[in-house]
């Protein structure tokens, strides 16, 4: 971790070696850029589904895996189900 927070490669502070976000945080980014939440969704699950090949995953249609984060209107977890079957309910 760099001093300004951001993490970066040992050899080399200067370059960042990815992310420190959520999935679910950088969907609550793009939304508070004014992105439209069925946009947000889409670039979270459906496109990078597709980028990597997994064409059983990223949307909800008949035959696909069926994994699914439930939110509420605060983008908040409610419920986290794994091939269809409820893992989760309850998030501090």
Same mark, same amino acid.
């Given at each position: 971790?760099? $001093?300004?927070? /951001?993490? *970066? /490669?040992?050899?080399? &502070?200067?370059?960042?070696?990815?992310?420190?976000? !959520?999935?679910?945080? +950088? *969907? @609550?980014?793009? =939304?508070?850029?004014? #992105? &439209?939440?069925?946009? /947000?969704i889409?670039m979270?699950s !459906?496109? $990078?589904a597709? =980028?990597?090949?997994?064409?059983?995953?990223?949307?909800? #249609? &008949? +035959?696909?895996? /069926?994994?699914?984060?439930?939110?509420?209107?605060?983008?908040?977890?409610?419920?986290?189900? #794994?091939?269809?079957?409820?893992? @989760?309910d @309850?998030?501090?």
């Amino acid at each position: 971790l760099g $001093p300004n927070g /951001a993490f *970066v /490669a040992k050899d080399d &502070p200067d370059l960042f070696i990815g992310s420190g976000l !959520t999935m679910l945080q +950088g *969907v @609550r980014n793009v =939304i508070d850029w004014e #992105i &439209p939440i069925e946009h /947000a969704i889409q670039m979270s699950s !459906t496109n $990078p589904a597709r =980028i990597y090949g997994l064409s059983k995953m990223g949307m909800l #249609i &008949p +035959g696909n895996i /069926a994994d699914i984060l439930v939110l509420d209107k605060n983008l908040q977890m409610k419920g986290l189900f #794994i091939d269809g079957n409820l893992i @989760r309910d @309850r998030f501090s």
